[in-house]
């Protein structure tokens, strides 16, 4: 009888001293980038820094490579709430407003002080608003991607030499406008299934930054990598409706400076790789073209403001003009 009395005590103590509401609410942060990459690795460090600074009361469980479907598949997956938060380029969450891809527009941005610019300014919190107006869902951050490179089996130096190329693209709306400003054939085809599809030759090439090329060695199966810096691309971390309505504003408040922070380490790991990546893979045995970028970027500039992309003249200007 003692005994049990015993473990009776126990139990209550145990009870009694553990801290209540400890991952009380379990979240799915859903991505397609691999495990070694910067998003990913900063997505843990705050996952853990949001469980931290709000009790154990938020646990984020962070899905990366696809485990949870593909970009276009995450993104339904915020709208139907069998993922709370995903990371994804800014030309898929375009499909849904328009103007936020803008900084997908090949040669729209200047450079990375340019991208800097647009990601603190009062237009790019202008332009995710008319998203969140649409969907309800919460864009808390911008990330650097870095500057996409094309890749093929041949040396590309000016626009002509990629017409009637097969290129895979994202398969977002906004990736055709590069294809269209240098004649080449679009292919979207998911992330996961590039590898593959430049293996077997379903394409001739792809484009994604420096880091990208090495994380999901695209390198070994394409010989040339053009310097092409044709999109300076963009993730958002984007907290659903589901639960960012839910959050008090106290919780808010750390969701929205963990996730700023962590865009922030993110951005900075990125910029550093991309600017030492073209030597290692001429390391590797690869040939880094320099391409006429120039040319590249007189053939993009006329479909800036054709009316394919979506955003306004004013908001085009207002992104030029920052300085």
Avoid: C
Wanted: avoid cysteine; hydrophobic fraction near 40%.
């Amino acid at each position: 009888m003692r005994v049990v009395k015993n473990l009776l005590l126990a139990a209550l103590l145990l009870i009694a001293g553990a801290p209540a509401g400890i991952a009380q609410t379990k979240l799915k942060w859903a991505h397609v980038y691999e495990t070694g990459e910067p998003y990913h690795t900063e997505a843990l460090w705050a996952a853990e820094e949001i469980k931290k600074r709000t009790g154990g009361r938020y646990q984020i469980d962070v899905f990366p490579a696809s485990q949870l479907g593909n970009e276009n598949q995450i993104n339904e997956g915020l709208g139907l709430g069998t993922v709370d938060m995903i990371y994804t380029g800014v030309a898929f969450a375009g499909s849904i407003h328009k103007p936020i891809a803008i900084t997908n527009a090949p040669y729209v941005l200047r450079d990375f002080e340019h991208w800097k610019l647009y990601r603190d300014s009062a237009l790019f919190r202008d332009i995710a608003k008319g998203y969140e107006d649409k969907t309800k869902h919460k864009v808390m951050s911008l990330t650097y991607y870095g500057q996409r490179m094309v890749t093929a089996n041949k040396e590309i130096k000016k626009p002509e030499d990629m017409k009637g190329m097969k290129l895979r693209v994202p398969p977002a709306p906004l990736f055709l406008m590069f294809t269209k400003s240098v004649g080449a054939n679009a292919t979207p085809i998911a992330f996961a299934e590039v590898y593959l599809a430049l293996q077997q030759g379903t394409v001739d090439g792809q484009e994604n930054p420096l880091p990208t090329i090495m994380a999901k060695k695209f390198y070994e199966v394409q010989s040339h990598i053009m310097l092409s810096g044709h999109i300076t691309e963009s993730l958002l971390v984007i907290v659903g409706n589901h639960v960012w309505s839910k959050l008090s504003d106290e919780d808010k408040k750390v969701f929205s400076e963990v996730l700023i922070a962590a865009a922030a380490k993110a951005t900075d790991q990125i910029r550093l790789s991309e600017q030492k990546l073209a030597e290692e893979f001429r390391k590797l045995g690869k040939t880094v073209v320099e391409v006429d970028r120039e040319a590249f970027r007189t053939a993009a500039l006329p479909l800036h403001n054709d009316g394919s992309g979506g955003w306004s003249k004013a908001e085009y200007d207002a992104l030029q003009a920052l300085k």
